[in-house]
């Protein structure tokens, strides 16, 4: 029985030196590299947009479009799915008039305001758009179900959007004789200097619907009429 036993201790002395020289070989491996989530740093914005409050005597066409593209900087608030995030970036908004024209000028009853009127009679006028263009920060109160990968899970965020005016413009296209010509005036003089926003975004990985309603109007006051802009469309975020 004791020749059994020391067979025994002989043999497993081999299987112990490979394990301890195993062991030794894992602990000198290099360390895994530390994997960093995606935290939404690009956000690109593809919206439609309308005015939702104006007087009854402006006519808008169904159909306006807008892009937002923005660099964000993302917050984890401690280890929650929660975070803050901030950024920069542009915006811009396209709203088509029905067979009316702005007018940007000091004369009129009203003085030194916009103005809204029809379209030339005997002109044709195949398009007409109002443009603005701001440079925006937009701040985010974030959600992700997902806190290691946002490419993947379900995510929402509320926020604001901070806008300085960078330009505006009208464009009108027009027919002459079977020939196209093209107008435009470019002016900001009484369009809002700053723009302020609320926005929502709920999605899945990549993809987000979002929505913004305007705190400002588009005219400074008393240079123009009440107008609220909004907007919808979808997100496409990364990074």
Request: net charge positive; glycine share 8%.
């Amino acid at each position: 029985m004791r020749k059994i036993l020391a067979l025994v201790a002989i043999l497993m002395i081999p299987a112990s030196l490979l394990r301890a020289q195993g062991e030794k070989m894992n602990s000198d491996a290099a360390p895994k590299p530390i994997e960093k989530p995606s935290r939404d740093f690009l956000m690109l914005q593809f919206t439609y947009n309308n005015w939702l409050k104006k007087p009854d005597s402006i006519k808008t066409k169904p159909f306006g479009y807008g892009f937002n593209g923005y660099i964000c900087y993302d917050f984890p608030i401690k280890k929650t799915s929660l975070s803050f995030a901030a950024g920069i970036g542009v915006s811009a908004s396209v709203v088509y008039l029905d067979q009316q024209q702005i007018v940007n000028s000091d004369t009129g009853a009203l003085g030194a305001q916009v103005r809204f009127v029809p379209n030339p009679a005997g002109t044709t006028v195949k398009r007409y758009k109002f443009v603005t263009t701001y440079l925006t920060a937009p701040f985010e109160l974030r959600y992700y179900s997902n806190t290691q990968n946002r490419n993947k899970g379900f995510k929402a965020a509320i926020g604001l959007q901070i806008g300085t005016l960078l330009g505006a413009h009208t464009k009108a296209l027009t027919s002459v004789a079977g020939t196209n010509i093209k107008y435009k005036d470019i002016s900001k003089r009484y369009v809002s200097p700053w723009n302020f926003a609320a926005t929502v975004r709920v999605g899945y990985g990549n993809f987000s619907v979002f929505g913004s309603y305007n705190i400002t109007n588009v005219y400074k006051e008393n240079s123009g009429p009440p107008i609220t802009p909004v907007s919808m469309g979808i997100c496409l975020t990364g990074l």
